[in-house]
């Protein structure tokens, strides 16, 4: 399809569109609302997007001064109004929420407690990127704070207690953090062939990967966000929901700055009976459960158990992976498939998978969807850190519970030898002693902020046979931090031993079993022969 366009169309137009002649451009420098409202138009439209631009979007008054309607759409407060009422007609003539798929938003969230990461980076349909606790030293107190979060929930002599107990846990890092960079530079002293940076970086990498545990998870944390303004709405809903006042005053700060690009499709969020109401159902299903389970579970205490546990697997999951590969390349009926796969020889089975993983080249080489066809669940109990870090994983399920001293810490084996033992587990102590006083104030939601990331924290993780190849490959990667790469080696040999899926736990040809010193050496390496 060729759009004739006019020269006064084209100049109208080149602003917007990437190109003005093929099949395929990009809009630009558009509302991000007007860009989902061109969109949703496709559905009932047999026009091409740039005709629609100029016969729908630019107003009355034909193509005189359409160069000048097009950049009023496009300036912010101007575009962005002219673009409401356009999306308004859009969205409430198809009543289609997917609409809101089709605007998207940079949000920077700053400031926010490790606590809040978590409500942050729940949604599956959203990208993120945070600062890193282990490459950033948070041993500096910009505008003379250290850098954690204050609950507002936090009143008198308790509020006074926290800021204490978390400024000496700051005082005892920073210390540490001097004390573990002299330790490991003398435990594994330059090799000749690595630079001074390269050297540096790593044993300082090593140093704060060691004392993360003593952070508490009020620390804050940068997170950049990029989503559609559906899962913003989701977000907030949520948000708004939850039982602490940081989340629903960010909540608030996001529904603010959104409103400013995407705020057509954040109209329902605080409205009584839309948005109100679903936040609403929100928060009585979760103090309905936490009753019911407290009601059921009375004082049961837990079982012990290892660090990871393979609580379900399907016996049958390779054969159907096995089938599941055949389905794509043959005529058969799934469940007639499955029946042939299980007939199969063990030598046949072994070639058809052969054929469908391939010779992977790099861990992202990953064979196809019939991966899919088998998941694994696992039961975890490790430190809050690596739970941190295996949250962020969106295409498998995850649940967590509250964080709190009550299943222990860690304490990594270079504390003790570099004589910082003692500290530790002093911060430890304290943290838990602040804890227990804060959830004993009645503030139950709110102790976990005064939590050490040492502590230990229970989740699982559900998922399926390819999600899990991307998990176990990319968290056990030497460069990883040694918490949940141990977490994630116990997961691989529990699908090769405990399941017995030893073809699929095979396939995961990137899941790195070394022993590792120095988790960073390698990459900073590579980064400095990259930047030569
Ligand atoms: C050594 C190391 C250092 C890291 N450092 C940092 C850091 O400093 N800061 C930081 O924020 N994170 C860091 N991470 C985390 C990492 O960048 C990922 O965010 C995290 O692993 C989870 O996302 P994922 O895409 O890998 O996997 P999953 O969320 O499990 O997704 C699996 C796959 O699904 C697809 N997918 C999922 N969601 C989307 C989407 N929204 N759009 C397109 N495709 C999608 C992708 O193909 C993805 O690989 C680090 C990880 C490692 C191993």
Redesign the pocket.
């Known amino acids: 399809m060729q759009d004739e366009l006019s020269p006064a169309e084209r100049e109208a137009l080149a602003p917007y569109f990437t190109s003005l002649d093929g099949p395929v451009f990009a809009l630009v420098n558009l509302p991000e609302v007007v860009k989902g409202a061109l969109f949703a138009r496709y559905s009932r439209s047999p026009k091409s997007l740039r005709r629609l631009f100029l016969d729908e979007f630019l107003g009355e008054g034909g193509l005189a001064g359409a160069r000048e309607r097009a950049a009023a759409l496009a300036r912010d407060a101007e575009g962005t109004e002219r673009a409401e009422r356009l999306y308004e007609r859009v969205f409430f003539e198809y009543g289609d929420d997917s609409v809101a798929q089709l605007g998207g938003v940079h949000l920077a969230c700053e400031g926010a407690s490790n606590i809040l990461t978590k409500v942050l980076e729940w949604g599956r ?6 600062q ?1 606790t ?2 950033i030293p948070y041993d500096d107190r910009p505008g003379g704070r250290w850098r954690y979060h204050v609950p507002v929930e936090l009143e008198g002599g308790l509020r006074d207690r926290y800021v204490e107990t978390l400024d000496r846990a700051f005082d005892t890092y920073r210390a540490s953090l001097a004390t573990l960079r002299d330790f490991f530079a003398r435990r594994y002293p330059r090799a000749e062939t690595d630079s001074e940076t390269v050297w540096r970086t790593t044993i300082r990498a090593k140093a704060l990967d060691t004392l993360r545990g003593l952070l508490p998870a009020a620390t804050t944390s940068n997170v950049g966000i990029y989503a559609t303004g559906q899962a913003y709405e989701q977000l907030l809903l949520r948000m708004r929901a939850s039982p602490l006042g940081e989340a629903r005053a960010y909540g608030d700060l996001m529904l603010t700055e959104l409103r400013k690009v995407i705020p057509a499709f954040l109209r329902r969020v605080d409205l009584p009976e839309r948005g109100a109401a679903w936040s609403a159902y929100l928060a009585e299903t979760r103090e309905a459960t936490a009753e019911v389970a407290r009601r059921v579970l009375d004082d049961l205490t837990p079982e012990p158990r290892p660090e990871v546990t393979l609580t379900d697997f399907d016996p049958d999951g390779e054969v159907k992976v096995v089938a599941a590969a055949l389905y794509a390349a043959s005529t058969l009926p799934d469940d007639q498939l499955s029946a042939i796969a299980r007939q199969l020889s063990a030598e046949e089975r072994k070639a058809v998978l052969a054929a469908y993983v391939g010779r992977r080249g790099n861990r992202r080489h990953r064979p196809g969807r019939a991966f899919e066809r088998t998941s694994y669940r696992f039961d975890v109990l490790t430190d809050y850190g690596a739970f941190r870090d295996l949250q ?5 399920t995850l649940e967590w519970q509250r964080l709190s001293p009550a299943h222990g810490y860690a304490i990594p084996d270079a504390v003790q030898d570099a004589d910082v033992g003692a500290d530790w587990r002093r911060v430890m102590d304290d943290s838990a002693e602040l804890h227990d006083a804060v959830a004993g104030a009645g503030l139950v939601e709110v102790a976990p902020y005064a939590v050490a990331m040492a502590y230990r924290v229970r989740c699982y993780l559900e998922m399926n046979a390819r ?1 899990a190849m ?2 176990i490959e ?2 056990t ?1 030497p ?2 931090h040694p918490s949940y790469r141990r977490v994630c080696q116990e997961m691989h040999r529990l699908i090769a031993e405990r399941a017995g899926h030893r073809a699929i736990a095979d396939a995961m040809t990137f899941a790195d079993h070394s022993e590792v010193e120095l988790e960073r050496l390698a990459a900073e390496r590579a980064a400095e022969r990259r930047r030569k």
């Not at 962020?392 to 498998?396: F, G, I, N, T, V």
């Open positions: 349909l959203m990208a993120y990127l945070e890193s282990r490459y962020r994983h969106r295409l498998l999600e991307h998990v990319l968290r990667a460069q990883g």
